[in-house]
């Protein structure tokens, strides 16, 4: 990429939308700023913790489904803070030799993952940043851990909705689809704006003014059509790329799927 983003610098003052997630999960690593964002967030769409907890079991749905098709490497990109259900966790379960990466930005959610990561040589967590791909590919904490001749799940959760520059976001998933093998798999989850355009316009123009969220201004969220673009050039695993709800469920919805506006999807690469 042309330009290398400026290092995230951790202020408690401004808002982070990995902290504000936390909150709406009841976690307690987040600040004043977080929690006053959130409730003007909340008062805008109260159905926020809901959603929260939807992306949260889509994404234990998705790397179990994983780890059952054999993958045995995986990449979290933007882990966020650490909760309970982390991917280490979810994969351990199922896959105990699995080798579990996760990348974050945010020094703090490094700090707090390493506090936190099992000991031991399967599991580690580097800072590097997704939208310098290329950087973030050759950090040896990823390079040490990661065969990228063999198969990999990149695991894009909850991220590419944070990098509003289209052209950046779709880089981003072009340089990461051409850093995996044959067998690989991409998995993604975002939010979209086709169910509540009005109120995810407000709370659009909330994170970017808050600066919880960089980068050049989007009027709204990107629509469940260019999500789908994400996914160009894999295999869309069935039922593809829907709202969170519905892919794959392992229990009784417990939200209507037209309340819960995040889609996701698994796409292998052939």
């Not at 009841?26 to 109260?46: M, S, T």
């Not at 995986?74 to 080798?99: K, S, W, Y």
């Not at 050039?233 to 506006?261: A, C, F, K, N």
């Given at each position: 990429?042309?330009?290398?983003?400026?290092?995230?610098r951790f202020?408690?003052?401004?808002?982070?939308?990995g902290r504000?997630?936390?909150?709406?999960?009841?976690?307690?690593?987040n600040?004043a700023?977080d929690?006053?964002?959130a409730q003007v967030?909340?008062?805008?769409?109260?159905?926020l913790?809901?959603?929260?907890r939807?992306g949260?079991?889509?994404?234990g749905?998705a790397v179990r489904?994983?780890a059952?098709a054999?993958?045995?490497?995986?990449?979290?990109?933007g882990c966020?803070l650490?909760t309970?259900?982390?991917?280490?966790?979810i994969?351990?379960a199922?896959?105990?030799?699995?080798?579990?990466?996760h990348?974050?930005?945010?020094?703090?959610?490094?700090?707090h993952?390493?506090a936190?990561?099992?000991?031991?040589p399967?599991?580690?967590?580097?800072?590097?940043d997704?939208?310098?791909?290329?950087?973030m590919?050759a950090h040896?904490?990823l390079t040490?851990?990661?065969?990228f001749?063999?198969?990999?799940a990149?695991l894009?959760f909850a991220?590419?909705?944070?990098?509003?520059?289209?052209?950046?976001?779709?880089?981003?998933?072009t340089?990461?689809?051409k850093?995996?093998?044959p067998?690989?798999?991409?998995a993604?989850?975002?939010?979209v704006?086709?169910?509540?355009?009005e109120?995810?316009a407000?709370?659009?123009a909330?994170y970017?003014?808050?600066?919880?969220?960089t980068g050049?201004?989007?009027d709204?969220?990107?629509?469940k059509?260019?999500?789908?673009h994400?996914?160009?050039?894999l295999?869309?695993v069935?039922?593809g790329?829907?709202y969170?709800p519905?892919?794959?469920?392992?229990?009784?919805m417990?939200?209507?799927?037209?309340?819960?506006?995040?889609?996701?999807?698994v796409g292998?690469?052939?």
């Amino acid at each position: 990429m042309s330009s290398k983003p400026e290092r995230p610098r951790f202020d408690t003052t401004i808002p982070n939308a990995g902290r504000i997630a936390d909150y709406f999960l009841g976690g307690k690593d987040n600040f004043a700023a977080d929690r006053e964002a959130a409730q003007v967030a909340l008062a805008l769409a109260p159905e926020l913790p809901a959603m929260s907890r939807e992306g949260r079991r889509f994404l234990g749905r998705a790397v179990r489904f994983l780890a059952g098709a054999g993958i045995r490497q995986f990449v979290d990109i933007g882990c966020g803070l650490p909760t309970q259900g982390n991917v280490h966790e979810i994969v351990r379960a199922v896959a105990p030799d699995a080798r579990v990466v996760h990348v974050d930005n945010d020094p703090m959610v490094v700090v707090h993952a390493q506090a936190l990561l099992p000991d031991g040589p399967l599991t580690t967590v580097v800072e590097a940043d997704v939208r310098d791909t290329e950087r973030m590919l050759a950090h040896p904490g990823l390079t040490g851990m990661i065969d990228f001749d063999q198969p990999v799940a990149i695991l894009l959760f909850a991220l590419l909705q944070d990098i509003t520059d289209d052209v950046l976001a779709m880089q981003v998933v072009t340089d990461l689809h051409k850093a995996i093998t044959p067998g690989s798999h991409m998995a993604i989850s975002h939010a979209v704006s086709d169910l509540r355009p009005e109120t995810t316009a407000k709370l659009a123009a909330l994170y970017q003014a808050r600066g919880s969220i960089t980068g050049p201004h989007r009027d709204n969220l990107r629509t469940k059509a260019e999500v789908e673009h994400f996914f160009d050039g894999l295999t869309l695993v069935e039922p593809g790329v829907v709202y969170v709800p519905q892919w794959r469920p392992e229990e009784t919805m417990l939200h209507r799927p037209d309340s819960i506006w995040i889609v996701g999807g698994v796409g292998r690469k052939k």
